[in-house]
């Protein structure tokens, strides 16, 4: 195996087991090794410290998938870290109650740069580096060693591909390709998921535990769900006696789908409304025309993809909060997140307090929420921690 020397002072993160080295880190190539390879990481004195995927096209150049620099990186490895993680999932308290769940969380289950979802009997897979991209052959193979699917498909049309050097990529790795639309069962509701086209792999599954303790607030209430993509608060809100529910999205075929879902779910259509625009704009309309709600849920996409785009950012989250504040009735409820890792939940809370005061509204957290444990944050990496939100009451 070839090896790697680090600059003097740059092991600390690899003692402290970050799983990234950056390439600023980088002292001496011997070999010099091949983008992809794994290979050995060592100081600068050549103490050895771990094993790690190469890839010098990424600022991220070498990912650490052992600590261990004894230990041989062939596919009883992998087979040992894929059980690990499916260990994991079934020690969850609610592992019982859904039929997709995430099964591989990347970095956070030592597996840097694989993302494994379960739809029901099929498997999705995203590999996220040219490491993991190279191995999705052996991978998909121990993953139907070890879970029996009927098909396992790749959603790798993600753009972090792009720094790794990588074009996106899908398709059918084995078995049966799955049907159109896959059902799942999450917490006794219903949804279809097209693992073809879907957002991420298909659903949110991040969401899971926060839509549970969103939706007893719902009861007699009016809702509003923003950037609702197929509708799951909606199923939920309903299903725990909301008055009245708007969907309200930029994707009509995403309106179209969580209509499907209440029907599916045998909930009232007729206290559904669907709204297609731009929540920005709709929300400010109907500021200006005085409507209200009791309830609203936001859930917008990730703001910021970097540090340039903090600032701007953190203006989108205050604008859509302050307008959620003022369309809220006295005492409402306001359900909002941030899946924006740099964004973090403190910065989020300051972000609610500057809309709270430019709204005029007394604003108090009932509750802090976070991604479900089947997305779980090492605390060697907490970069792992993306999705916050809060439960506010609203005066
Ligand atoms: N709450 C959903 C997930 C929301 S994902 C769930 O639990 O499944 C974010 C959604 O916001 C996507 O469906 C996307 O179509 C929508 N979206 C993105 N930008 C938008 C905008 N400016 N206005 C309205 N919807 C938008």
Redesign the pocket.
């Known amino acids: 195996m070839k090896r790697i020397l680090l600059k003097p002072g740059r092991e600390k993160s690899v003692l402290n087991r970050h799983p990234w080295v950056f390439s600023g880190a980088i002292g001496r190539l011997e070999g010099p090794p091949q983008p992809g390879e794994v290979v050995a990481v060592a100081d600068h004195a050549g103490q050895p410290l771990a094993l790690a995927d190469y890839n010098p096209r990424s600022q991220i150049t070498l990912r650490i998938l052992t600590f261990d620099p004894s230990e041989g990186i062939e596919a009883t490895f992998w087979r040992g870290r894929l059980e690990a993680s499916l260990r994991r999932r079934e020690a969850l308290p609610d592992a019982a109650e859904h039929s997709a769940e995430r099964l591989v969380y990347a970095e956070s289950d030592g597996l840097p740069g694989l993302i494994v979802d379960r739809y029901g009997d099929f498997l999705v897979l995203q590999a996220l580096t040219l490491g993991m991209d190279r191995r999705k052959a052996l991978l998909a193979e121990l993953l139907r060693e070890l879970l029996r699917p009927r098909g396992i498909y790749e959603r790798s049309d993600v753009d972090v591909r792009a720094q790794e050097g990588l074009p996106e990529a899908t398709g059918l790795l084995w078995g049966e390709p799955p049907p159109e639309r896959v059902e799942i069962d999450e917490c006794g509701l219903r949804f279809w998921v097209d693992l073809y086209r879907g ?1 991420k792999t298909g ?2 599954l991040d ?1 899971r535990v926060n ?1 549970r303790r969103v939706a007893p607030y719902c009861a007699g209430r009016e809702v509003l ?9 909606a199923a939920y809100a309903l299903r725990h006696g909301a008055r009245r529910v708007v969907n ?4 009509a075929e ?1 309106l179209r789908a969580a209509a499907e879902h209440i029907a599916l779910n045998g909930l009232p259509a007729e206290a559904v409304e669907s709204v297609e ?4 704009r ?1 929300l400010r309309a109907w500021r200006d025309e005085g409507r209200a709600f009791d309830l609203i ?1 936001l ?3 990730k703001f910021a993809f970097s540090r340039a785009q903090l600032m701007a950012a953190t203006r989108g989250y205050k604008d859509i909060n302050l307008l959620a504040m003022k369309l809220l009735r006295p005492g409402g409820i306001l359900c909002t ?1 941030s899946c924006s890792g740099l964004v973090s939940e403190d910065l989020f809370q300051k972000i609610l307090f500057g809309a709270s005061l430019d709204a005029g509204r007394e604003v108090r957290i009932l509750e802090r929420l976070t991604q479900a444990p089947d997305h779980p944050v090492s605390l060697a990496f907490p970069e792992g921690a993306y999705l916050k939100g809060f439960i506010c009451r609203v005066e």
């Open positions: 957002h659903f949110y969401q839509r769900n923003a950037f609702s993509y197929t509708g799951a608060f309200l999205d930029s994707s995403a625009g731009d929540a920005f709709v849920i859930d917008p996409p997140f």
